[in-house]
């Protein structure tokens, strides 16, 4: 890889051992790509749970925080991912004070760095949306979708260590959707259907990803004949990015990337209202007890809240049913001052900042409550949680509430 | 005899190990008890099989970005595959084996690798060489 002088620098040490091994760790991914150098960032965005980091990684993290400050501050804005645990609800949902203080470990670690503690994989919606051609180190599979698809940014998948490499040297390695090449449509798709309610967005996002089933490959999906809205692309892109790893899509009218240019060479695949059915019915269970309803992955918009409260209507959730919303903590203050808090609690449910279901300790939580069957509509979310012991059923948001309230899959 | 497959160069150590393949893809959130060290989702080719101390032959990478810290984590614990051999992975499984120093190659010049390698091969892998070889046959 090509190398700037003062990158040759900080790789050598010059600018202190947290730099040095962010350099390192670039350099390594970089030559795996065969990116040809690296490119500036505006933004890194770190997911860093404590489930995922263990031990073993906030002792890692502690031992770069205990440089001097100048060598470990950040050089660029950096944000969090949701985090394990929410301190205000964590009991009520079963997780430990075990738990908790490893989050406050990892939590003052990422502060000696400078990162700023937003806890959120919408950031895209609610702290600072991206811009077209700006390049990023997003560390949100949703995030990055999103941010490449809809804004028009470049950012690749970047997990935590990388973004925090990205953070400390305020550049990442040039490969996938930073070049022009990577962002060109691969595979197309033709709608004959308009999905009903977010629900059926994650499912589209998710037959398609499915579909697609690898990164590198970039669909184009026609027929869409309005902007769906932000809250939709977030659980179309999220779902797609879930199930295929897919980084970017494009949406023409939507995307702001013009290439679309060539589309009648690609392979087609149409998508009806048989596919959107068929995808849902093979996560039913109408009828069975439900343990827990989780709106969540990505976190609620404070019009989803309010939408949630709204159908709750000041009805009580079930007494052996728990619902979880679960939204960022900017979103948590709005709702707080609007009152869409204190409706929802009043009916029972448990109202989560900065956690996101899947990202805090989820096996853990199953054990602890008893909890097996699961009602959502994030199509992300049925997708994820079944490796952790839950048996999930994607349904609109109405159909949710209704399970919640009467204790049985709606 | 042995049979050696090209692939792009790799990340992590030279390895000698079983492998253990499927027609699936992979993340470490998605599909594994960590602690049991099996894969857990009901849905994947390996569901109940454990994957500590194997060589893991998959497809593709899929799903969210934990794989980046989880490879380091379960290698401080011991119980983590002893490498990854795929087609093609994503950047999240990239960073991940680079960071917790797991050896992983993909990109194999003769095709599909979960056809060109069988369940109970002896590989030995060498990222640096980018190369797979097939020990045994």
């Known amino acids: ?410 | 005899m042995s049979t050696v497959l090209k692939c792009h160069p790799g990340i992590g150590p030279n390895v000698t190990g079983m492998a253990l393949v499927a027609k699936d893809n992979f993340s470490a959130r998605y599909d594994l008890d960590r602690k049991q060290g099996i894969f857990s989702r009901p849905t994947h080719a390996l569901a109940g099989q454990s994957y500590a101390g194997k060589i893991l032959v998959l497809d593709q990478a899929k799903g969210g970005v934990a794989t980046a810290w989880m490879l380091h984590e379960m290698k401080s614990r011991g119980v983590v595959p002893l490498a990854l051999v795929f087609n093609r992975v994503n950047p999240i499984l990239a960073q991940g084996a680079a960071f917790g120093d797991v050896t992983m190659v993909d990109r194999f010049e003769a095709g599909d690798v979960t056809d060109l390698i069988q369940i109970g091969d002896i590989l030995r892998i060498d990222p640096a060489a980018g190369t797979v070889e097939i020990l045994n046959r």
């Not at chain 1, 048996?391 to 049985?408: M, W, Y």
Request: with cysteine.
């Open chain 1, 1 to 410: 890889m090509r190398l700037t002088d003062e990158e040759q620098a900080m790789l050598a040490g010059a600018a202190g051992e947290p730099r040095r091994w962010a350099m390192q760790h670039q350099i390594a991914i970089g030559e795996f790509f065969e990116a040809a150098d690296l490119v500036p960032v505006s933004q890194a965005h770190i997911m860093a749970d404590t489930e995922s980091l263990g031990e073993a990684g906030i002792r890692f993290l502690e031992s770069l925080a205990a440089a001097p400050g100048t060598e470990r501050r950040v050089r660029v804005p950096t944000l969090t991912d949701p985090r394990g645990l929410d301190f205000q609800t964590y009991k009520r949902l079963g997780q430990t004070d075990a738990m908790a203080a490893l989050e406050t470990r990892a939590i003052d670690a990422l502060k000696a760095f400078g990162v700023l503690m937003t806890d959120t994989c919408i950031n895209y919606q609610t702290i600072l949306p991206p811009t077209h051609g700006e390049h990023l180190a997003m560390g949100d599979t949703g995030v990055v979708i999103y941010s490449n698809s809809v804004f028009g940014a470049r950012s690749n998948f970047e997990g935590g260590p990388s973004a925090l490499a990205a953070a400390l040297t305020g550049r990442t390695p040039r490969y996938g959707p930073h070049l022009d090449e990577c962002r060109r449509a691969t595979r197309r798709f033709q709608l004959e259907v308009r999905p009903r309610d977010l629900s059926e967005w994650g499912a589209l996002g998710g037959i398609i990803g499915r579909e697609c089933g690898s990164y590198w490959e970039v669909p184009l999906i026609e027929g869409v004949d309005e902007s769906p809205g932000s809250d939709a692309l977030k659980h179309f892109g999220a779902a797609m990015a879930s199930y295929g790893s897919t980084a970017l899509f494009h949406i023409p009218g939507v995307t702001p990337d013009p290439d679309h240019r060539d589309r009648r060479r690609l392979a087609g695949h149409t998508i009806g209202r048989a596919d959107l059915d068929a995808f849902v019915a093979a996560y039913g269970a109408a009828g069975d007890k439900v343990d827990v309803a989780v709106f969540a992955a990505p976190h609620l918009s404070l019009v989803e809240m309010a939408a949630v409260a709204d159908t709750l209507g000041g009805r009580k959730v079930h007494r052996d049913t728990t619902l979880l919303v679960a939204t960022s903590p900017e979103i948590k203050h709005a709702a707080d001052r609007m009152g869409v808090t204190r409706r929802l609690e009043d009916s029972g449910a448990v109202v989560a900042a900065g956690i996101c279901f899947y990202q805090s300790y989820a096996g853990e939580m199953a054990e602890a409550n008893g909890w097996k069957r699961l009602v959502t509509n994030s199509a992300k979310l049925v997708n994820i949680i079944g490796g952790y012991g839950y048996r999930p059923t994607l349904l609109s948001l109405e159909r949710c509430v209704e399970s919640a309230i009467t204790g049985r899959v709606a």
